[in-house]
């Protein structure tokens, strides 16, 4: 168990007055914890929020060294707060960080500090419908050395920020450009991963997508430029003739909480779920034969995001006349109920800090 030492913020912050937005407000105050090779994780502490000092010559800034995770709480409708599934992110954060050669961080100690801040600081996390405290741990190579090696030394840190929907419309169908010219990720590489690169390899694709009118970006696999991957910010689920079909975990795919979630609770409800291969060339055929009931995107973020229509080359493959599927709005009333206490939580999914 960590001995957490806490530096109280005086004054504290004022509250956020009006919208929150996402990821642009931040509470009092931030965890810290220190990597030393021969001494392992040390100095975990809870510090008023502020700016970090580095050397210039830090191997993150060099070598792109880091890993991160986003996780939220909630205000439960009985006033306590909970997180959802933490110790799934701690194991993530582990498999990121074997990945990464980051040294792992026992699951218990990651929970204990993630609830320990947000204890601290809750506060903060807000009550409206929609809104929750969203929570970002990361690691950063923090070893002044210019050489490519593993770095010796590591900082843990957890931010939050209180935040509305992730999109401001809310549970709305969006857009998807399905790109065929850039690659994201591929086999062998780090697309499994919660690594900053795989974010900024994307960021070329969303502008194009975003400059054509559509909210994000459908990977296909790096090889052959066949296959459905993820997009940009979720995993994607297709209903198709009944069934419920999302691409298998390849090794260039993110394990999304979210994704997990989602495949508990469906076959829970007797649905058919696959976890395979899909070509994009099969998603046209199912719309073009009407099987194709709903396409919809899993995330911490914004949960469920339905998707309107998709668009691949010349085509563009509208869904349920682009409208929110029955399906998409039952996993996402389910899973935002469970995360406020509003649904039975029969996975013992929820953690109160």
């Not at 001494?39 to 050397?55: E, F, K, M, N």
């Not at 980051?102 to 100690?109: E, F, G, K, L, M």
């Not at 914004?302 to 229509?309: D, E, F, L, S």
Request: net charge negative.
């Amino acid at each position: 168990m960590l001995d957490i030492k806490i530096t109280n913020s005086i004054p504290p912050k004022p509250k956020p007055d009006g919208a929150l937005g996402f990821g642009r407000i931040f509470t009092d105050h931030m965890f810290l914890m220190d990597y030393t090779v021969g001494r392992g994780w040390h100095d975990p502490r809870i510090v008023p929020y502020a700016d970090l000092t580095l050397s210039p010559a830090c191997m993150v800034f060099h070598y792109g060294q880091e890993m991160f995770e986003g996780m939220k709480a909630y205000q439960s409708a009985d006033g306590g707060v909970y997180l959802f599934r933490p110790e799934q992110n701690g194991a993530r954060t582990n498999a990121t960080n074997d990945r990464l050669c980051i040294p792992q961080i026992p699951v218990a100690d990651f929970v204990q500090a993630v609830s320990a801040l947000v204890k601290l600081d809750a506060d903060w996390v807000p009550s409206e419908p929609g809104a929750s405290l969203y929570i970002r741990p990361f690691i950063i190579a923090t070893e002044p050395f210019l050489g490519v090696a593993p770095s010796k030394q590591f900082l843990f840190a957890i931010i939050m920020s209180p935040s509305g929907m992730y999109y401001s419309e809310g549970l709305k169908p969006v857009g998807i450009w399905v790109e065929d010219d850039y690659v994201r990720a591929v086999r062998g590489g780090v697309g499994f991963a919660k690594t900053g690169g795989n974010y900024a390899a994307s960021l070329a694709a969303q502008q194009k997508a975003q400059r054509e009118g559509y909210a994000q970006v459908l990977w296909l696999d790096g090889v052959e430029r066949r296959y459905v991957e993820e997009v940009g910010a979720m995993n994607i689920f297709f209903k198709i003739d009944g069934k419920v079909v999302t691409p298998a975990l390849n090794g260039s795919i993110l394990p999304g909480i979210t994704r997990d979630s989602v495949i508990t609770l469906c076959r829970d409800w007797g649905l058919d779920v696959e976890e395979r291969l899909i070509t994009i060339d099969e998603l046209i055929a199912a719309q073009k034969s009407g099987a194709l009931e709903e396409v919809f995107g899993t995330g911490t973020a914004a949960v469920i995001t339905p998707v309107g229509k998709l668009r691949y080359k010349a085509d563009v493959i509208t869904i349920a006349d682009g409208e929110t599927g029955p399906l998409s709005r039952r996993i996402y009333e389910t899973i935002t109920g469970i995360q406020r206490g509003e649904v039975e939580d029969k996975h013992g999914w929820r953690v109160q800090v």
